[in-house]
């Protein structure tokens, strides 16, 4: 490594393009995984189960269902996000005293 290379950093992103890449990948798996889960589990059928006091129709639980597949999905990317931020910007030497 040549001393121009160590001295390169990345530059920042837009905080649109941050978001984008967490929100978009993790919307189309929340769509993916919604699809699935409901291909085999009845939204009412699971409302008894869990909450039978509460009136859900099959509509609300797809959309919850949903929401809760996209927040799982969200932390899982931004979690990949946070592992792949560039090292050269956080691991800088500590001055010398």
Not at 65 to 81: D, Q
Request: glycine share 6%; net charge positive; proline share 10%.
């Amino acid at each position: 490594m040549t001393p121009a290379d160590a001295r390169f950093d990345h530059p920042p992103r837009p905080l649109a393009q941050r978001l984008g890449a967490i929100l978009w990948p993790s919307f189309f798996a929340a769509g993916v995984a919604t699809m699935v889960f409901f291909a085999f589990v009845d939204p009412l059928l699971l409302r008894d189960m869990t909450f039978p006091d509460i009136e859900v129709s099959r509509g609300v639980g797809y959309t919850i269902g949903f929401f809760m597949f996209w927040a799982c999905t969200a932390s899982s990317s931004l979690f990949t996000w946070i592992l792949l931020r560039p090292a050269s910007r956080y691991n800088k030497p500590l001055p010398k005293d």
